[in-house]
């Protein structure tokens, strides 16, 4: 499957620090994207490295890629309260498919 | 990015009933919708792709009959849980994609309560 893993479940962290999220997946793929929810809510997209690429960065947000680990990591910098969310990854095959997500929540 | 709605955004239905789930691309014609269903505290899961004027794609373990998906327009998918039952309680959300673009664009979600 393609679904990614994402560690840790859960993270807590006070505000300004910040936050690493990792994610592993088993099978190639043209990209990898990670996805934001909040509470309740949809997702948003939040940034999209291709299988190609090994760093992208988006504002506070700094994603890798090592495809040979078949491994992301997602990097939030400087975290506010309002980062607070359900974070996901979806390794994109033919389909996008998503982790169990990491549980952000930052504390002010 | 890309507008999607949904609607309604919360449903009570009584068990046994059939409840219908509207997902709209506002601002862009969408050949392809995806649903997905999500329970408490769990990540989404791909129920079935919807592709305008074809019957959908459901993922396995997922029944057709049960979870009917209309795609009629380039605007607008359903999705109808047919007879539903306590256990088909959860969270389903829609979304779009845009032709060679790989982002989705995800609407709020629908929240589904089965008595």
């Known amino acids: 499957s393609q679904q990614g893993e994402e560690d840790p479940q859960a993270l807590s962290i006070q505000e300004g620090e910040n936050a690493t999220m990792n994610c592993s997946y088993k099978t190639s793929i043209n990209n990898l994207q990670w996805y934001r929810q909040n509470s309740g809510r949809g997702l948003v997209h939040l940034i999209l490295i291709r299988s190609n690429e090994r760093e992208k960065h988006s504002g506070r947000l700094r994603v890798t890629l090592d495809t040979s680990k078949k491994s992301s990591s997602l990097l939030i910098t400087a975290s506010r309260a309002a980062d607070t969310a359900s974070y996901f990854c979806?390794?994109?095959?033919?389909?996008?498919?998503f982790g169990a997500g990491t549980i952000l929540r930052v504390k002010s | 990015g890309a507008v999607v709605s949904q609607h309604p955004s919360w449903v009570i239905c009584k068990s046994g009933t059939s409840v219908k789930i509207e997902c709209r691309s506002l601002?862009?014609?969408?050949?392809?919708m995806f649903w997905y269903r999500q329970f408490p505290k769990q990540s989404l899961m791909l129920m079935a792709t919807s592709n305008e004027g074809s019957k959908a794609t459901y993922e396995q373990g997922v029944e057709k009959d049960k979870f009917l998906i209309n795609h009629a327009s380039l605007t607008l998918s359903t999705l109808t849980v047919t007879s539903a039952h306590p256990e088909d309680s959860s969270f389903y959300i829609c979304?779009?994609?845009?032709?060679?673009?790989?982002?989705?664009?995800f609407g709020p979600g629908t929240r589904l309560l089965v008595l």
């Open positions: 979806a390794p994109r095959g033919n389909k996008l498919v």
């Open positions: 979304s779009v994609g845009k032709a060679r673009q790989e982002t989705q664009y």
């Open positions: 601002d862009f014609q969408a050949t392809t």
